[in-house]
């Protein structure tokens, strides 16, 4: 009967050596001593029938193997939980000696959207809010709405594209539609930027471009006058172009204000002197301006004995080839890298 026990310990033993993951390990103990049909419990069950001297001595006997094999199978239990433990280290390891990793390219934003971010932020802090309006525009707000008959020359000048056997329906020649549709939807008083594309049939050069980006203004409240007006234009090209800088107002026509104005700000090249990109006038003209004619504000439902406003419209275009002195236009709408990374 001893030796039965031996020989259980040494096969248990050796089985215990070759395990290898801890499911094995579970189903070894459990046949060495599971409670119902283990293999050295089934040997002590059968201790009953011996007489009681060998009973003892075996009995001990059993005991002393059945706690060897209970420590053993807890030895290789925490031998394979360290295996399991270093493999999970092992992949969660950080190589601190490893050379710094390739730099991965990122993109950055496009010229344009650089100076329209920043200019937004500017008109944010001032309480305006900004809008976004259709490229694809109708007639009637595209001009009709903004005091543009059909029969004003406005239309001619502005080379529109209107869509194939849809003449009421144009790809919008400036951003001033937003004016009216504004007004409509939000009513008054209103302080809004509407920055975006706009789309003109030119031929083009360094200069001209088919597409562009310009930023309309529009305020519209009670006891607006052009004081408001300039102290508005004002903190813009202080903004842009340093705090130095003085705006000049002269008269022109424009259908949608009166009276309108053009605006220039001094030559941040050459401070006022006079140079190339100022054509030695000392002066640049960066936008449009005016009070916004009485025919609008009545298209965009607002009483104009009893609001007034004013509008500008600043080419985004014109602002970045000032700002990053680029001589050609068709530069900004190429796609080509190597210009677009210098930004």
Known sequence: MQNKFEDLKTQAFLAIKVIKDSDELVALENKLLGRKNGELTNLMKSLKDLSAD????????????????????????????QAEWGTLIEKERLDITQPALPKKERGHFHPNTIIQKDLENLFISMGFMVLDGPELESDYYNFTALNIPETHPARDSQDTFYIKGHSNWLMRTHTSPMQVRAMQKYGVPLRTIVPGKCYRN?????????????MEGLVVDK????????GVLEAVARHLYGQDTKVRLRPKFYPFVEPGVNGEVTCY?????????????????????????????????????????????????????????????????????KFLEQF
Not at 205 to 214: A, L, M
């Open 269 to 337: 090249l050459c401070k006022g002197s006079g140079c190339r990109l100022c054509k030695n006038t000392g002066w640049l003209e960066i936008f449009g301006a005016g009070l916004v004619h009485p025919s609008v504000l009545k298209e965009g439902n607002v009483d104009s004995k009893e609001y007034q406003g004013f509008a500008f419209g600043f080419g985004l275009t014109r602002l970045v080839m000032l700002k990053y002195g680029i001589d050609d236009i068709r530069l900004l709408e190429s796609g080509n890298m």
């Open 202 to 214: 030119e031929a083009t050069d360094v200069r001209h471009e088919h597409t562009f980006y310009q």
């Open 223 to 230: 006891g607006i006058s052009f004081a408001h007006m300039k």
């Open 54 to 81: 060998v009973k003892k001595t075996v009995g001990q006997l059993a005991n002393e193997i059945k706690t060897e094999i209970e420590i053993g199978l807890d030895n290789k239990r925490r031998e394979l939980r």
